[in-house]
């Protein structure tokens, strides 16, 4: 099938469906990823599967932007006052999502799962470690489209987002810290304190480093050009994403984090942040949101429900429990205002992107050979969940926060 008539298959049918959610009082991206599920290869046949696999390139260019775009919404003033709230909110929903997911996992899936000759140093520890560290990160880019879709503002909005896009970097680490101490086990390598501590810590900072250097570039650039349309922000802004997210993973560094690292950059020193990121959000957002959830949905792998089912649902309830009690107890400790108290919570439901990204780094390793299908399966099972029922859980936050609409007022 030709590409051109597929992308304009994809856009269309995301669209109208994002406008069908709406009119169902549902968020605009839920509908995005029902079209992607009914455009889905092992569904239907409408786009042939070669066609989704060789759309990486698309999706990597929409996650900058979106990472960008949650970059800018991290403005100093706003962190100034939230600060607290939200490194302890961060630090211990993660850390608690990653603790109660590895420990859930280590009580019942020996009674769950069947192996060859399993033990606990081989088998159970190494799936409930992975799993649990995999769990940790939020996909703040669903997020980011249910706040503006709603024009949404205020403490529980700019929590929610700066939460989603920090814990990334907990992710990284858990996972890195993880990756290392099971391929010990697997391996029976010796501890590497470099490759298990050190290194993790050098792709987060290297990561924030590139973003901070091409955040000031742009910010250079805009001041130096005099011709400072909206089109010639277009190409400076996407031309300049476009070469961060490439050196990142040249580099081998995090490009989630390097892009919106650039994006903070620019909100809170470039003197035109109201014009780049007003221009973003009224042109080129919302088609940015229908492709990249809409492919989403057509990489979705509903093979793994089947034979998974058991395991994603108790991922999805282990991972929800450590949201809410990491949340209460971060919110506590920094005596959070009640509202953010009671509904950050549900706008740090939605997973995806680097959640499954980090699940499909095992299959390339052959110490993981026993175990990756296992992982990767319930990963990407409770993607289908959370990626369908998140954006539902944001709006929720936001409505009972009353900030829905906020964005608009003078």
């Not at 298959?9 to 669209?15: A, E, S, Y």
């Not at 058991?310 to 309830?317: G, H, R």
Request: glycine residues 10%.
């Amino acid at each position: 099938m030709n590409s051109v008539l597929i992308f304009g298959i994809v856009l269309t049918t995301g669209f109208i469906m994002g406008e069908l959610a709406q009119t169902i009082k549902l968020p605009k991206v839920t509908g995005y990823i029902v079209a992607g599920i009914l455009l889905n290869p092992q569904l239907f046949h409408i786009v042939p599967q070669d066609v989704v696999d060789s759309t990486g390139i698309v999706t990597n260019i929409a996650l900058s932007f979106i990472t960008f775009s949650i970059g800018g919404t991290l403005c100093y003033s706003t962190l100034k006052k939230l600060g607290k709230n939200i490194i302890s909110i961060t630090i211990c929903e993660a850390e608690f999502t990653f603790f109660i997911v590895f420990v859930g996992f280590l009580a019942t899936i020996p009674y769950l799962i069947h192996f060859s000759h399993p033990t606990w140093l081989l088998t159970y520890i190494p799936i409930s470690l992975l799993i649990g560290s995999i769990a940790s990160p939020t996909d703040p880019t669903a997020s980011l489209a249910v706040t503006h879709e709603t024009n949404s503002k205020g403490n529980v909005t700019s929590t929610i987002l700066s939460v989603g896009a920090f814990d990334d970097a907990l992710g990284l680490m858990n996972y890195s810290i993880a990756f290392a101490l099971t391929e010990v086990l697997l391996l029976h390598q010796q501890f590497n304190a470099y490759t298990s501590l050190v290194k993790p810590i050098l792709v987060i900072v290297g990561s924030l480093v590139l973003g901070i250097l091409f955040g000031f570039l742009l910010n250079i650039i805009t001041t130096l050009i005099k011709r400072e349309t909206e089109g010639v922000f277009a190409v400076i802004i996407f031309g300049l994403l476009a070469i961060c997210y490439g050196l990142a993973t040249v580099l081998k560094l995090d490009e989630l984090l390097a892009t919106m690292m650039m994006g903070i950059i620019v909100t809170n020193f470039n003197k035109q942040r109201e014009r780049i990121f007003g221009f973003l959000e009224r042109y080129t957002e919302e088609m940015i949101f229908v492709l990249f959830f809409s492919l989403s949905g057509m990489y979705l792998d509903f093979s793994v429900l089947g034979t998974t089912a058991v395991l994603v649902l108790l991922y999805a309830i282990f991972r929800t429990i450590g949201k809410f009690f990491g949340t209460f107890i971060g919110a506590s400790i920094s005596h959070a205002a009640p509202a953010i108290k009671k509904y950050t919570f549900f706008g740090l439901i939605p997973s995806g992107g680097i959640i499954v990204g980090l699940a499909l780094i095992l299959r390339a390793n052959p110490a993981y050979k026993d175990i990756a299908g296992l992982i990767i399966n319930t990963v990407i099972g409770a993607t289908v969940v959370h990626e369908l029922i998140g954006p539902i859980f944001v709006k929720l936050a936001l409505k009972g926060s009353k900030e829905i609409g906020a964005g608009s007022k003078k």
